[in-house]
């Protein structure tokens, strides 16, 4: 799984540097910009850059649930594949037993 977020923050990261966007109808142009990184927590930013991907990269990575409150990783996490698991706050998995479309019990840990 480290290897899919390490190649999402590679293609997002050259994305940063030098994509460009049209903006209008007469096809001028803009730098490509991102949400303030400097605010977000790591869930926060882990899940912009995810959301920020190609589609085709989409498929086999894991959008990060964030809390509401303070921008923390969500105990109970779910990859687009339908495997669910338990990570801590900084978003670290706890335990290597993934279950298969069903909430893991994260408060056992």
């Known amino acids: 799984m480290s290897s899919t977020i390490t190649t999402i923050l590679v293609v997002v990261g050259m994305l940063a540097l030098g ?8 096809n001028s142009v803009e730098p490509f910009k991102f949400g303030d990184f400097s605010k977000m927590s790591k869930c926060q930013m882990h899940r912009e850059m995810v959301l920020a991907a190609p589609a085709i990269l989409q498929n086999d990575i894991w959008l990060p649930k964030c809390s509401p409150f303070d921008g923390a990783y969500s105990p109970e996490q779910c990859s687009n594949d339908g495997w669910c698991f338990c990570v801590d706050r900084k978003g670290e998995i706890l335990n290597l037993k993934a279950v298969y479309r069903e909430s893991p019990k994260c408060n056992d840990i």
């Open 19 to 26: 994509q460009t966007r049209s903006t209008d109808k007469e």
